[in-house]
Nanobody, 115 residues
Framework: QVQLVESGGGLVQPGGSLRLSCVAS????????MGWYRQAPGEQRDVVAR???????EYSDSAKGRFTISRDNAKNTVYLQMNSLKPEDTAVYYC?????????WGQGTQVTVSS
């Protein structure tokens, strides 16, 4: 199974930006569908953005126009650039990988948007 390690979370003011990173283990990253999900307290985990193996991005309605997902296959890393952050973006953000080995999740990174 793939190990995923997220980083880049933190506390940011409304309107600010953060970039999340997720590094994957192994040598199957370039063949993987990668995604970012988030879960706020008391709510279900929802998709934020995904990117296919050939680099095609998909976004949730709440992420469109503010967030950008990208990947660097040479570094086994997927990124989530988040701009114009809002308090409702506060959540634990999880990295997800789907490939021939199955589905894997990272441990999550906390993003808090507050003044």
């Amino acid at each position: 199974q793939v190990q995923l390690v997220e980083s880049g979370g933190g506390l940011v003011q409304p309107g600010g930006s953060l970039r999340l990173s997720c590094v994957a283990s192994g040598n199957i990253f370039s063949l993987s569908l990668m995604g970012w999900y988030r879960q706020a307290p008391g709510e279900q985990r929802d998709v934020v953005a995904r990117i296919t193996a050939n680099g095609r991005p998909e976004y949730s309605d709440s992420a469109k126009g503010r967030f950008t997902i990208s990947r660097d296959n040479a570094k086994n890393t997927v990124y989530l650039q988040m701009n114009s952050l809002k308090p409702e973006d506060t959540a634990v953000y999880y990295c997800n990988s789907i490939n021939a080995l199955g589905a894997s999740w990272g441990q999550g990174t906390q993003v808090t948007v507050s003044s």
